[in-house]
């Protein structure tokens, strides 16, 4: 059966099979330039990329020859979940290099290796340590063409943040690829670099366009400007000062690149941060519901067009009124909740009407929050519902992206129907 397999995917011309096998293993917006449009999901394509890694090893079990063609895509993400993972990955890099390879006379498959995900659970007490970290570090010394690398290790070893350090032969590793990096990101506080440990490394990658770190430390207020030369997008937990870094006397603005600001909430409020670079932010992603933010935002960033942040509620709260806060003059508008009805959002429907009126996207970000909306009791007719979504000058959308007025038909003919 494998001969005939092989005789028969012959007939075809190599480059229609290279189109089947790259249909077929895709996963969207995960690798170099998609994924800039999704950098603060990278953590949430796991599940698709493990998928699709499962494909891709089916098609390269069906013969030797297919093996030898799905060899790029088989390699091209790279997910390491677990200690037997890196170990398997380990062996066959190091047979390959050594000229043992499977696919005899053929080039280490590292060489078409362009993202690595790393989900290792470092508190198993089953795994050596010492032993993962040489692993490790000998697979990324061993994937030269990296654009996109990310250590989504789970929570801390120890009782606080960072209790386990990235080791240095890590961090050199990764400057083996330093000239095709694009993204670097630890979406966990464990396995991270020390402060200066992680400067000198960006220092070291000149392409690098996206960073999501648990914190960044910094002096006076100011980043240096080489890192932020070619930097388009940072995410960060927390800002912190570090008395006695010598920082730099003052901003260069030739050299700020910096468009997109991921503020994930931890600690005081980056205000210093804001003055000094808001006026270079096009898109800010504010995952805190502190409640000064929006003012902050409004002084800080004049060029602002795409705002995603956090509220309690659309719905006036014992304090303040979110309805009658000011939003920037923004072209997108996505909020997370942590409940809504259709009454709240009808009425703050009309003040964004009033008062952003460049707005043209209003998007429902939070999953949960769309579907709890459309499961509950309907305290308006679907007519009506839909009435007030579609007579404003701007889409309101659902979490993906889709009409939410075409979403309340959908669910009501379900109910009607059931």
């Not at 400007?225 to 912190?240: P, Q």
């Not at 004049?302 to 309690?312: A, F, G, V």
Request: with cysteine; glycine share 6%; proline share 6%.
């Amino acid at each position: 059966m494998a001969a005939t397999g092989s005789h028969q995917s012959s007939r075809f011309p190599v480059e229609v099979w290279d189109r089947i096998f790259e249909l077929v293993t895709d996963v969207p917006y995960t690798l170099v330039p998609e994924v800039y449009e999704k950098s603060d999901c990278i953590g949430d394509q796991h599940s698709a990329l493990e998928a699709a890694l499962a494909t891709k090893r089916n098609l390269a079990l069906v013969c030797k020859q297919w093996q030898h063609m799905t060899m790029r895509y088989l390699y091209r993400t790279v997910l390491i979940r677990t200690g037997r993972d890196l170990l398997a990955l380990f062996c066959t890099l190091r047979n390959y290099a050594t000229g043992n390879g499977s696919c005899v006379g053929t080039r280490s498959p590292g060489q078409w290796t362009r993202r690595l995900d790393v989900t290792l659970d470092l508190r198993n007490k089953c795994e050596d340590l010492e032993r993962i970290v040489k692993h490790l570090t000998y697979v990324i010394k061993s994937l030269p063409k990296l654009g996109i690398v990310s250590f989504a290790i789970p929570e801390s070893l120890g009782s606080e943040p960072g209790f386990l350090i990235m080791p240095l032969g890590v961090l050199d590793a990764l400057r083996r690829s330093a000239n095709s990096l694009r993204i670097l990101d630890w979406s966990g506080n464990d396995f991270f670099p020390q402060p200066h440990q992680l400067e000198e490394l960006l220092r070291d990658l000149p392409n690098l366009r996206v960073l999501r770190c648990y914190q960044l430390v910094w002096a006076n207020g100011v980043i240096p400007s080489n890192i932020l030369s070619s930097l388009t997008t940072l995410a960060v937990s927390r800002l912190v000062g570090r008395e006695g870094h010598p920082g730099e006397g003052g901003l260069h603005d030739a050299c700020v690149s910096l468009r997109e600001f991921i503020y994930y909430g931890v600690g005081s409020i980056p205000q210093e941060f804001l003055i000094h670079y808001g006026k270079y932010l096009t898109v800010v992603k504010w995952y805190d519901d502190d409640g000064d933010e929006l003012d902050l935002l409004l002084k800080s960033c004049p060029n602002l067009d795409r705002l995603t942040i956090s509220l309690d509620s659309l719905g006036p709260s014992v304090d303040s009124c979110p309805r009658t806060l000011s939003f920037p003059c923004v072209s997108y508008l996505g909020v997370m909740l942590e409940e809504l009805t259709f009454e709240e959002l009808f009425r703050f429907l009309p003040h964004l009407r009033n008062t952003v009126p460049t707005l043209r996207v209003f998007q429902l970000v939070d999953p949960p929050i769309v579907e709890q909306l459309l499961m509950c009791p309907l305290e308006f007719s679907t007519e009506l519902i839909v009435k007030n979504l579609n007579e404003n000058p701007f889409r309101v959308e659902d979490d993906e992206g889709n009409l939410l007025s075409g979403w309340c038909r959908i669910s009501s003919l379900t109910l009607f129907a059931n």
